[in-house]
């Protein structure tokens, strides 16, 4: 790394935030404004769905004036999340919240690329959450002036830039293709069931007492203080979509025979467990499906549902309330071999992507100290 300067962002960048915009100014249309949030999603996810414009004409005024973002610039959350970097791209048009986000104009020939991958790394992220002080954290143009950052020359920049593209690539691609396969048993239901609400395919409702067998209330409650790493029980918190922890504690063990349906009353959970587990949560409920009902299918029917909209605090008296189609169990039981099957693809996708982001970890770690 002996040709690899050690200097401040300020060296390479002329760094500035924008030019007021009133609240007043703020339109449903037009360009997007964007704020920390959403330049926290756009270095993300490479996209936002912006809620906030200003006019055409304010923009134009901005732009000759003051200067807009423009291809190549970097844009940095400087309040809330710091440090979340964003390159503009070519047909990006937006301006952004003063104070909230920072704008980087290179003064010298660099690599974007590189720049945004070095906001990723702890030497970075240190400097920037070092100092910010107050409960919500900001990033000055003072302080950001003042980061320290090592950078090799162009052609390395642009080579270590590359390969950490094609690395974060493979790990979004990876993650899309897990997102569609969640989609796709939402798909899957709909063509063997169609709309549980409406049920256009007129299959028997039932009511909750034939649909499930058991109901038990939460299980002794385990303290997030007492959750381990590991141990002999996973324990289920109405809060999380997955294992939340482990305990010890076998006098917690749920007393109703599996599998199960954990649902959240106070927070809209819902989960198939066909494991022994302890439940975590205040408010959480242990559903048994009835022997007529597959259980796997039961979960997926409660997931569905439009649960959502009657209120955290009365979820479960509203479901008590429902119906439920009730097809074959010979039907239901080809929904869950179905689902099986996505779970076993999810199942590799999930191990693949696991071995991305070590290898994504790895090379960034190599990336900046000249081992690459």
Known sequence: MSDWQNLTLGDIFEISSSKRVLQRDWKSHGIPFYRAREIVKLARDGEVENELFISEELYAEYREKYGVPAEGDLMVSAVGTLGACYVVGPRDRFYYKDASVLRFRAKRQICPRFILHSFRTDELLDQIHSGSGSTVGTYTIERANATRIRIP?????????????????????RQKALAYLDSLAQSVFIEMFGDPVTNPKNWRAVSFVDFFSDETSTCAKIKTSSYQESGIFPIVDQGQKRVAGYCDNEASLAPVSLPVTVFGDHTRIVKYIDFPFVVGADGAKVLKAADAVNPRFASH??????????????????????????????????????LLEIDKIRGRLLHAQEQSEILRASLKHRAFRGQL
């Open 153 to 173: 020359p162009l052609i390395e920049q642009r080579r270590i830039a590359t390969v950490l593209d094609k690395a974060d690539s493979i790990c979004a691609k």
């Open 301 to 338: 029917l409660l997931g569905v549902l439009p649960i959502a909209d009657l209120g955290y605090s009365r979820h479960m008296k509203e479901v008590k309330r429902l119906t439920f189609i009730s097809p074959a169990k010979e039907l239901q039981d080809c929904f869950e071999a179905r």
